[in-house]
T-cell receptor, first 111, second 116 residues
Framework: QKEVEQDPGPLSVPEGAIVSLNCTYSNSAFQYFMWYRQYSRKGPELLMYTYSSGNKEDGRFTAQVDKSSKYISLFIRDSQPSDSATYLCAMSPRGYQKVTFGTGTKLQVIP | NAGVTQTPKFQVLKTGQSMTLQCAQDMNHEYMSWYRQDPGMGLRLIHYSVGAGITDQGEVPNGYNVSRSTTEDFPLRLLSAAPSQTSVYFC???????????????FGSGTRLTVV
């Protein structure tokens, strides 16, 4: 079993929809949680970075961490065609030097 | 501000050939790493470095060598290329605080390598 599980999709939604992307994990030591966005044939770019449980909002993006359920989510409000990309979750324990990535969920926002 | 620069962007190698993938960053990040990305397997860590002169193995180090002589540069060497090394390679860097990662990675744009 992988330490981080992520549904590969693809996920297709109409423009303006609220998108929910999720990851589950098995390592209870994970404390730092990240979401990256990767456009086709590009490198991943950091979207959200959170520490421990709770919510963090940045514009149309909200990251949510539920450590009791070992579950993290990324919500995208008012989705746009420019949000079409692969979204990677990532996480690491505190005091560690390696990050574990999910395999990514491909999102398509249809105009 | 260039961030993380990888060269070349594309490369085709014959089985058994060697080559070096270059990575340079201009953000004075202590931490640098190499990942490979394959369909269905996500990003897998090959090697990483927490400063000049310090390197360590990641999840899939076999067939690859690294060195870190300066803070800015972290080249990845393929010793004898094999078709299983066909992949997209990403270099990433990060700030470190008190010896551990802080704030997420900055990635380069990747090198697409095909071994025939």
């Amino acid at each position: 079993q992988k330490e981080v599980e992520q549904d590969p999709g693809p996920l297709s939604v109409p423009e303006g929809a609220i998108v929910s992307l999720n990851c589950t994990y098995s390592n209870s030591a994970f404390q730092y949680f990240m979401w990256y966005r990767q456009y086709s044939r590009k490198g991943p770019e950091l979207l959200m970075y959170t520490y421990s449980s709770g919510n963090k909002e940045d514009g149309r993006f909200t990251a949510q961490v539920d450590k009791s359920s070992k579950y993290i989510s990324l919500f995208i409000r008012d989705s746009q065609p420019s949000d079409s990309a692969t979204y990677l979750c990532a996480m690491s324990p505190r005091g560690y030097q390696k990050v574990t990535f999910g395999t990514g969920t491909k999102l398509q926002v249809i105009p | 501000n260039a961030g993380v620069t990888q060269t070349p962007k594309f490369q085709v190698l014959k089985t058994g050939q060697s080559m070096t993938l270059q990575c340079a960053q201009d953000m004075n990040h202590e931490y640098m790493s190499w990942y490979r990305q394959d369909p269905g397997m996500g990003l897998r860590l090959i090697h990483y470095s927490v400063g000049a002169g310090i390197t360590d193995q990641g999840e899939v180090p076999n067939g690859y060598n690294v060195s870190r002589s300066t803070t800015e540069d972290f080249p990845l060497r393929l010793l004898s290329a094999a078709p299983s090394q066909t992949s997209v390679y990403f270099c990433a860097s990060s700030v470190m605080t008190a010896g551990y990662l802080e704030g997420g990675y900055t990635f380069g744009s990747g090198t697409r390598l095909t071994v025939v």
